[in-house]
């Protein structure tokens, strides 16, 4: 059974970069989206983003060209970038499997991390 | 498309049913509504996709219906491992993909 696992650091300085990793277990990339999306302590869900196995992407138009996702087959998982980083960032950080859904513009996800929290603090 | 959950907070005792709404400021097109389970500490779950299809594993006692613009989860014989936060999430729009702002199912 797929699994997913974000890794990267918890504390991460205003104005700077927040990079996270989502390694996928038990799975290929192929035919999915491979999506993030964060928490704010005590708050709702927010779409950050996803990525397509062939390298296409799509991203929170809030989120103001400060967001990147990658992937690397090699090593089986996919990656978020977000610069310029604020204290408005801090969340729990999840990834998730996005199914294809035809005729659909977006995807639901049906499979996610356990998430990590990112804090950003001087 | 902003969806508008209600209500923002619910009571209820395990055995109870739950119904929870899910209304969305346009019409989601075919029906490309999911609905997800928080518990706190983890991850959401999903429950339901294409507004009525459970998800892999999920009782029989969650079911969703509705089209258009009001959608309705619907927990029969409320355990007590249900009680948690519940979203809702479109993905039919041709612009952008929501999440509404949950409902939290609580123990009476």
Not at chain 1, 61 to 76: A, C, E, I, Q
């Given at each position: 059974q797929v699994q997913l696992q974000e890794s990267g650091p918890g504390l991460v300085r205003p104005s700077e970069t927040l990079?996270?990793?989502?390694?996928?277990?038990?799975?290929?990339?192929?035919?999915?989206?491979?999506?993030?999306?964060r928490q704010p302590d005590g708050k709702g869900l927010e779409w950050?983003?996803?990525?397509?196995?062939?390298?296409n992407t799509n991203y929170n138009?809030?989120?103001?060209?400060?967001?990147?996702?990658?992937?690397?087959?090699?090593?089986?998982h996919f990656s978020l970038t977000l610069n310029s980083v604020t204290a408005a960032d801090t969340a729990v950080y999840y990834c998730a499997r996005g199914v294809v859904v035809p005729a659909a513009k977006w995807n639901y996800m049906d499979v996610w991390g356990k998430g990590t929290t990112v804090t950003v603090s001087s | 498309?902003?969806?508008?959950?209600?209500?923002?907070?619910?009571?209820?005792?395990?055995?109870?049913?739950?119904?929870?709404?899910?209304?969305?400021?346009?019409?989601?097109?075919s029906g490309y509504l999911a609905w997800y389970q928080q518990k706190p500490g983890q991850a959401p779950r999903l429950l339901i996709f294409g507004a009525s299809s459970r998800a892999t594993g999920i009782p029989d006692r969650f079911?969703?219906?509705?089209?258009?613009?009001?959608?309705?989860?619907?927990?029969?014989?409320?355990?007590?491992e249900d009680f948690a936060v519940y979203y809702c999430q479109q993905y039919g729009s041709s612009y952008q993909n929501s999440f509404g702002r949950g409902t939290k199912l609580e123990i009476k």
């Open positions: 990079s996270l990793t989502c390694s996928i277990i038990g799975d290929s990339f192929i035919a999915y989206y491979w999506t993030w999306v950050i983003g996803r990525l397509y196995h062939t390298g138009p809030s989120l103001k060209g400060r967001v990147t996702m990658s992937l690397d087959t090699s090593k089986n | 498309i902003v969806l508008t959950q209600s209500p923002g907070t619910v009571s209820l005792s395990p055995g109870d049913s739950a119904t929870l709404s899910c209304r969305a400021s346009q019409s989601v097109r079911s969703g219906s509705g089209s258009g613009t009001d959608f309705t989860l619907t927990i029969s014989r409320l355990e007590p």
